[in-house]
C-alpha cells in the first residue's frame, strides 16, 4: 500500500543489564527519501537500527518494518531491507568483482547473472576500473562504496546505513552522499543515522534526534533549526590562542553555552537578535580579542542539538 509506512515503532525498549540502551522510542517514517537518525556515540542509535533489522528482540514495544513486525515476521522483514553497518562486510582477500558475484549467488543468480549484476553495480558506484583489485587495496571511500553496493544486489525496498561514512575524508564522504541520493532516485527509502550534522542537513527530509535511547526533537531540519528559537552568532578569531578567552566572554555576557567548532579559529552561541550580538562583539573588541570575521545566521543542527540536551553533539562516550 502506497500509505504503508517504511517504519513504525512505538514505546520500544532495550536493556543491557541495568543500562537501558533503548527507551520508550517512538518512530514514523514514511516510504521515500531519506530519514535521518541523529544523535551522538551511546545515543542508542545502532540499538535501534539492529532491533528494526531483526539483529536484536526489544524487550518491550512494537516495531514494524513495511507492515511487519520484527519479532513475528523476521523473514519478511529480511526480504524487503537491507542493513549496511559501521563496518565493512566484504572480503578483503576477494577482488570487488568477485564479492558481488559472490553474493549474487548466494541470492540466487546464475553466474552470468550474477557477474552482469556486479559489472552494472561497479559500473553505478565509480568502481569499474577497480573491480579487479583485491578488496585490501581499495581506499576507505572505495571499501564503503563496494559495501552499499554489496547491500543491493537484490534492491531492497528500504536500506539501513548505519554511519556509513565514520572515520571517511571529506572526498569520500561527498561520494557516498552521492551514491545515497541515487539510490532514492531509484526509489529505495533509506534510513540513515549518523553523528554527523551536516550530513543529517545534507541529505535527510526529516530528521529524529535521539539521546538516551529516546526520540527527543523529529522534523525537517528547518523544522529542528527553527525550534530553537533564536538565530547564531559566529565568530572566528584572529589568533587561535585567543579563542578560549573568546569563548569566556561570549559565554559572559551572552549567558549562552559556546559550540567550540572543528575549525581551531572559530566560535559558535545562540543570540537572541541583533542587538545582543552587536553587544558581544563589541566586547570582544573591548577586551582586545581580535576577530577577523562574524556573522549572524539561522542555528545549526549543532546548535540545536546543544540547545535540546545541553551539551554538543561530539561529548557522549559511546555505549550503544
Known amino acids: 500500500m502506497a500509505s504503508e509506512l517504511a517504519v513504525e515503532a512505538t514505546g520500544v525498549v532495550k536493556h543491557f543489564g541495568d543500562t537501558k540502551a533503548i527507551d520508550g522510542l517512538d518512530l514514523a517514517v514514511a516510504q521515500g527519501g531519506v530519514y535521518g537518525v541523529l544523535g551522538p556515540n551511546g545515543a542508542g542509535k545502532t540499538t535501534a537500527i539492529r532491533i528494526l533489522t531483526t539483529l536484536l528482540r526489544p524487550d518491550a514495544g512494537v516495531a514494524r518494518v513495511l507492515g511487519h513486525d520484527v519479532t513475528k515476521e523476521p523473514d519478511a522483514v529480511r526480504s524487503r531491507m537491507s542493513l ?16 558481488l558475484v559472490f553474493l549474487g549467488r548466494l541470492f540466487g543468480y546464475s ?76 526509489g529505495t527509502t533509506v534510513i540513515l543515522t549518523t553523528q554527523y550534522l551536516e550530513e543529517a542537513d545534507q541529505l535527510a527530509g ?51 553555552p559556546v559550540i567550540v567548532d572543528a575549525d581551531p579559529a572559530s566560535l559558535s552561541v545562540r543570540v537572541a537578535d541583533a542587538d545582543r550580538a552587536a553587544l558581544a562583539v563589541a566586547e570582544l573588541t573591548r577586551e582586545g580579542i581580535p576577530i577577523v570575521n562574524f556573522s549572524l545566521a539561522q542555528p545549526s543542527l549543532d546548535e540545536v542539538f546543544l540547545a535540546l540536551t545541553g551539551r554538543p553533539a561530539e561529548t557522549t562516550e559511546d555505549a550503544a
Open 84 to 99: 549496511t553497518g559501521q563496518f565493512s562486510s566484504v572480503d578483503d582477500d576477494l577482488t570487488g568483482i568477485e564479492n
Open 206 to 256: 526529516r530528521i529524529a534526534v535521539i539521546d538516551r535511547g529516546k526520540v527527543i526533537a523529529e522534523g525537517t531540519p528547518n523544522d529542528l533549526k527553527a525550534s530553537v528559537g533564536s538565530g547564531a552568532l559566529r565568530v572566528r578569531v584572529e589568533q587561535e590562542d585567543r579563542r578560549e578567552a573568546a569563548q569566556a566572554t561570549l559565554e559572559r555576557v551572552l549567558g549562552e
Open 111 to 186: 553466474n552470468r547473472d550474477a557477474k552482469a549484476r556486479a559489472l552494472q553495480l561497479l559500473d553505478a558506484f565509480g568502481l569499474a576500473e577497480a573491480g579487479a583489485k583485491l578488496v585490501k587495496h581499495y581506499s576507505g571511500g572505495m571499501r564503503r562504496r563496494l559495501d552499499i553496493a554489496s547491500s543491493i544486489v537484490v534492491t531492497p525496498d528500504l536500506i539501513f546505513l548505519d554511519e556509513p561514512t565514520t572515520g571517511l575524508d571529506p572526498r569520500s564522504r561527498n561520494q557516498v552522499w552521492d551514491v545515497v541520493r541515487a539510490l532514492v532516485a531509484e
